[in-house]
């Protein structure tokens, strides 16, 4: 495992070199934006515990200030990033604020009842496309406007947000910070009657997954220069979040990459297969993989693999 | 007048929000667990009363029945194979497990029916009422009178019956009920029976005066919760009183401020109850 770290490191910087041709980098780039905001999610879904089911409202907001920015006063999109955040951040403070007093299901409740709250009104605000969504610059009018016809560079963008995401994941993972939310996953109570500041901790966690959930938003929106509410506050966009997590180990760092690593590939599979009428066949297997992780390893694979590894090097070690 | 039609339109329809929030609410007091799944019981509700009408020309009380009966089926089915199994778990799992299954049901009926929008054919039930000038059809009053009856008849079960006393004793405590020898594990599959049942007849019923598509379950889901938070969590009269209230507020949204915003109104006002009121109107903190 000493080498793993370099090795995964090297395999994504590389990878656009081992496999060419815009097919791979699209499904590279659609693996990085999955596996960061995955990771976002997994803050405070998988380490905090507080399970959100809408996190599409972060997403949805990070990826339309962008190109509202540039539709309104014509500014490159990368300036409404900031805005994204700072929105979002409030949002959070808004959802977490009344239900983290509360027992966890209002948290979940109240995610998914914001996020959808959101995508009707928007659909509804003229100022912001209603229905129709919003479009970025069509030619970029420089390099700020980040607007690339390879997918090469978005790649090599995402990529370095999904380094520093992780990085302070797992910053967040080794600090005291990180010990109160495993504490509050654990048992809220006992956390409570040890001084944990439960309230607090869960607030942060929230507003931190929020930042990289918008920050991931954004990236979408500057990348395909286009969102609608669907795109940006559809409940498949929280589903797609809450799967890849879960999958790959909700709470455990590289979990939303495996998750990614398996998901990512297997959508494409099947939308190539199953041509325009996948997409509905895939939310029937996501729905059912949940359902299934659910009943027999809400750990995802990151728990399998820690039960799974130690049989095997026993079963080498036998023979 | 237009106004008193409004009000009528919206208890009506109220009354269903009531029948179907009551079935969560009644699991939600029976264990402290969550139905993301429920919207998409209501749904498959009208989508049963679809089949029986299309294939067997089964009126409403056939339908009706066949609905409730799916449902309860479907419910105990899910407790035994997944919530049994999964409610003294990590909380993720207990999210994430009906949350799965909303989305598999969700689009498995897209699937099967496609997105379009379907109406029940022309039931026996027909007319209008018109009672000092205002408009009742007769599909939406009969159904909106059956809903609050059966609200009232389940509540009626939960605290009149033996049936009911031992359902509350395990929601009371598990243990000291199995002790009295109840077997917790067949009452809670009963709960499901009756709640997935009951927003199976809610939606049969729904299903003669209004078209749907299989998307109107995360709606119907949403509608539930927020009955639900303002009623009080496992208050079955609760529920009653803030379906009917819910149908009112949103039938008075979209006459004063359009359609589009009857939804709007309600997700703000959970997000204001969450702030304000969290324990809701008859629940304890």
């Known amino acids: ?319 | 007048m237009l106004l008193a039609q409004v009000i009528v339109g919206g208890l009506l329809l109220g009354a269903i929000y009531a029948l179907f929030s009551s079935g969560l609410t009644l699991i939600w007091g029976m264990m402290n667990f969550i139905n993301f799944a429920h919207g998409e019981f209501v749904m498959l509700g009208m989508y049963v009363a679809l089949l029986v009408v299309v294939w067997l020309g089964g009126g409403p009380a056939a339908f009706g029945f066949a609905a409730a009966f799916a449902l309860f089926v479907l419910g105990v089915v899910v407790y035994l194979s997944l919530i049994r199994h999964v409610m003294r778990g990590p909380m993720l799992a207990q999210i994430l497990s009906t949350f799965g299954l909303a989305l598999l049901l969700r689009y498995t009926a897209f699937w099967i029916f496609s997105a379009n929008f379907v109406s029940l054919p022309q039931v026996s039930l027909s007319g209008t009422l018109n009672v000092a000038g205002i408009l009742m059809p007769v599909p939406q009053l009969v159904a909106g009178v059956a809903a609050i009856a059966l609200t009232f008849a389940l509540h009626l079960l939960l605290t009149r019956t033996t049936v009911g006393s031992q359902l509350l004793a395990v929601a009371e405590d598990r243990n000291a009920a199995m002790l009295m020898g109840i077997r917790p594990d067949r009452m809670q599959a009963l709960a499901w029976g009756l709640a997935a049942g009951s927003a199976g007849i809610a939606g049969a019923l729904m299903a003669m005066s209004y078209p749907w598509s299989p998307s109107v379950g995360e709606t119907f889901g949403l509608t539930a919760f927020v009955v639900v938070t303002l009623g009080g969590f496992g208050s079955v009269p609760g529920a009653m009183y803030a379906g009917l209230i819910i149908g009112l507020i949103q039938a008075l949204s979209a006459y004063w401020f359009g359609p589009i915003y009857k939804d709007i109104v309600v997700y703000a006002l959970f997000v204001a109850l969450l702030w304000l009121r969290p324990q809701g109107l008859m629940g304890k903190a």
């Not at chain 1, 209002?106 to 496309?129: H, K, N, P």
């Not at chain 1, 129709?132 to 016809?149: K, S």
């Not at chain 1, 990529?159 to 910070?177: D, G, M, P």
């Open chain 1, 1 to 319: 495992m000493k080498w793993g770290l370099p090795a995964l490191a090297a395999l994504l910087l590389f990878y656009p070199f081992i496999l060419t041709g815009p097919f791979y980098w699209d499904i590279g780039v659609a693996f990085l934006l999955a596996a960061i905001s995955a990771s976002a999610w997994n803050i405070v879904g998988g380490y905090a515990g507080q399970v959100s089911v809408g996190h599409s409202m972060f997403f949805g907001v990070g990826a339309y200030t962008p190109l509202l920015f540039y539709h309104l006063w014509g500014l490159p999109p990368v300036a409404g990033v900031p805005a994204g955040i700072l929105v979002s951040l409030g949002l959070a403070l808004v959802v977490g604020m009344p239900t983290f007093r509360l027992q966890g299901h209002y948290f979940s409740m109240a995610t998914i009842a914001v996020a959808e709250l959101i995508r009707i009104f928007v659909g509804t605000w003229d100022l912001v496309g209603a229905a129709i969504g919003l479009q970025g610059p069509a030619v970029g009018r420089g390099w700020w406007d980040l607007t690339f016809r390879s997918e090469l560079p978005y790649y090599y963008i995402f990529l370095a947000v999904l380094a520093v995401v992780l990085y302070t994941t797992f910053e967040v993972e080794r600090s005291r910070f990180g010990y109160y939310l495993r504490a509050i996953k654990a048992g809220e109570r006992a956390a409570r009657s040890l001084g944990v500041p439960v309230r607090e901790t869960k607030l942060k966690a929230l507003m931190l997954s929020a930042l990289f959930t918008s920050l991931a938003g954004s990236l979408y929106s500057i990348k395909t220069g286009f969102i609608d509410p669907e795109s940006g506050f559809g409940i498949l966009v929280s589903v797609q979040m809450v799967i890849v997590a879960a999958l790959g180990g909700a709470g455990a760092l590289f979990g939303p990459l495996v998750g990614a690593l398996i998901l990512v590939p297997l959508q494409t599979a099947t939308n190539t297969w199953f041509g325009g009428g996948g997409s509905g066949l895939t939310y029937i297997l996501y729905g059912g993989i949940i359902v299934l992780l659910a009943r027999f390893e809400p750990g995802g694979m990151h728990e399998w693999w820690q039960r799974v590894a130690p049989l095997l090097a026993r079963r080498k070690h036998a023979a």
